[in-house]
């Protein structure tokens, strides 16, 4: 799957941040592509029209990944509208913000509902586009965006970091259970600069948690949403040889993953 064009992907939460930079770019390579979104309509038609105005085809769909009949409708509408899926993008995530130190602030309902979008919603969508995916001659290939959070045990809260835990861990899983017609590989983001953070940090601490970060990074650098879109790019043209890895986007950060709290 070296040359895109022509295929059809879904990319989940893509009508901002990471999803939307990933719809672009696969859109600029002739990919034709699905903006999903559960809220921000407004963001999802706005990420459409810049992909059309790159040359591809769009299909705009609301559907919460944590919903198993939204994502087999959202797949529905996809073979219905290309009669074929080669790419499935899983970056539709949530969490709640919360000091690891703060037992409290976190209860059964905040860890249920950050699972059901971070690892059900992935699985879900894996099992919705495989038959299709198995369909074609070339298989597909999904890419599920985790986070370093997922192999430091830091991040915006225990639950967020166990959540992409077991997201990466159910990429090892998938990759050895749905191979050869599926490629499975994860992306684990570090720091990622955007409204996203900064909304749940707060500007302050925003700031200084980017500073952070790349004064600690071997690479002083920090990603952003192009930067992430990058690395799952390579999954899906890359080597396609591939399958049940993690490649991590912080410049290197999680080489010396010391929490904010603790400097």
Not at 49 to 68: I, R, S, T, Y
Not at 74 to 96: F, H, P, Q, S, Y
Request: aromatic fraction near 4%; charge should be negative.
């Amino acid at each position: 799957m070296k040359n895109i064009a022509g295929k059809v992907a879904i990319i989940t939460g893509s009508a901002s941040g990471v999803g939307a930079a990933t719809a672009r770019l696969l859109a600029s390579q002739a990919c034709h592509v699905v903006i999903n979104y559960s809220r921000s309509a407004k963001g999802a038609e706005q990420v459409a029209k810049e992909c059309e105005a790159l040359g591809a085809q769009v299909l705009v769909c609301k559907a919460d990944v944590a919903n198993d009949e939204a994502c087999r409708s959202m797949v529905a509408a996809a073979l219905e509208k290309w009669g074929r899926i080669d790419i499935l993008v899983n970056n539709a995530g949530t969490t709640k913000f919360c000091e690891h130190d703060n037992l409290e602030g976190l209860d059964a309902a905040d860890f249920l509902s950050i699972y059901s979008v971070n690892v059900v919603g992935p699985y879900q969508m894996i099992r919705a586009v495989a038959p299709a995916m198995k369909a074609n001659e070339e298989g597909g290939v999904v890419v599920n965006v985790a986070s370093t959070a997922a192999v430091t045990g830091i991040g915006s809260s225990v639950a967020y970091a166990a959540s992409k835990g077991a997201l990466v861990t159910m990429t090892l899983s998938l990759a050895r259970a749905l191979g050869p017609a599926l490629r499975i590989n994860a992306v684990c983001p570090g720091f990622i600069q955007g409204e996203w953070l900064r909304e749940g940090l707060g500007d302050q601490q925003y700031e200084a948690a980017k500073a952070h970060h790349e004064r600690n990074a071997p690479l002083g650098l920090t990603a952003d949403a192009d930067t992430v879109a990058d690395a799952i790019l390579f999954f899906i043209t890359g080597p396609q040889i591939v399958t049940g890895e993690t490649l991590i986007v912080d410049g290197g950060r999680h080489l010396n993953s010391v929490p904010l709290a603790r400097r």
